[in-house]
Structures are given as C-alpha cells and as structure tokens.
C-alpha cells in the first residue's frame, strides 16, 4: 500500500522561506515521477514541480528561481524548498506519485498521478 506523507506547511511573512517533505512508503516502481501540487479555495489543483527517477525537473513558471524540488533516495522523501514566498503562494500543498508510464508528456498535470497525500498547508501574509 503506498502511502505519502506531507509535512513542513506553516504560516510565515511574504519574503519568507518554508522546506516541505513528503515521505513515501510502498512506493516500489524504479521509473517514476514525483510531484508537488496545490490548491487555494476557490482555485482549480495546479502543479508546481516534478521530478523524476531520472532526475528530470520541471517547474511551473510561477515559481521557477524562487522553488526547488529534491528527493533523497535513501530515505524515500521529497523536498519541495520554497523560497521568496508570496501571498499567492498559500494554499494546500499536496505530493503525488506515479509510475512514469502514467505521465507521458505532461508532468504537472495532476490527471497523470494515481497517488496522492493528504496535504500540508501553507500561509502567506503580506
């Protein structure tokens, strides 16, 4: 059974850093992509990274220079370093898993994922 756990949400002033992890357990494919998405009330999911076994990354242009995906094999966690946050950037933050025959040209469109957390939230103030 996969499960994954996100962790690191909070609340902090614009200019503001926070790290989000996610922890995955089960999750057993060798070739897959990883994910970070969002929500804010009101607003349709969208993606903000991904990366791969391969170690591809793609970004959304919202947060290219200011965000940062990892992940660290050894302890089967993902990172999501944001930095320079913005009051548009609150919102539920979820992470996402799918083997990589599942995403085949869109890596930030949630339809492709089969795996999901429960979400993590972060605040912005102005």
């Known amino acids: 059974q996969v499960q994954l756990v996100e962790s690191g949400g909070g609340s902090v002033q614009a200019g503001g850093s926070l790290r989000l992890s996610c922890a995955a357990s089960?999750?057993?494919?060798?070739?897959?992509?990883l994910a970070w998405f969002r929500q804010a009330p009101g607003k349709e999911r969208e993606g903000v990274a991904a990366?791969?076994?391969?170690?591809?990354?793609s970004y959304a242009e919202f947060v290219k220079g200011r965000f940062t995906i990892s992940k660290d094999n050894a302890k089967n966690t993902r990172y999501l370093q944001m930095n320079s946050l913005k009051p548009e950037d609150s919102a539920m933050y979820y992470c996402?898993?799918?083997?990589?025959?599942?995403?085949?040209?869109?890596?930030?469109?949630?339809?492709?994922?089969?795996?999901w957390g429960q979400g993590t939230q972060v605040t912005v103030s102005s």
């Open positions: 996402a898993a799918a083997p990589a025959f599942r995403i085949l040209r869109l890596p930030l469109d949630a339809g492709g994922y089969n795996y």
């Open positions: 089960g999750f057993t494919y060798s070739s897959y992509w």
């Open positions: 990366i791969n076994s391969d170690g591809r990354i």
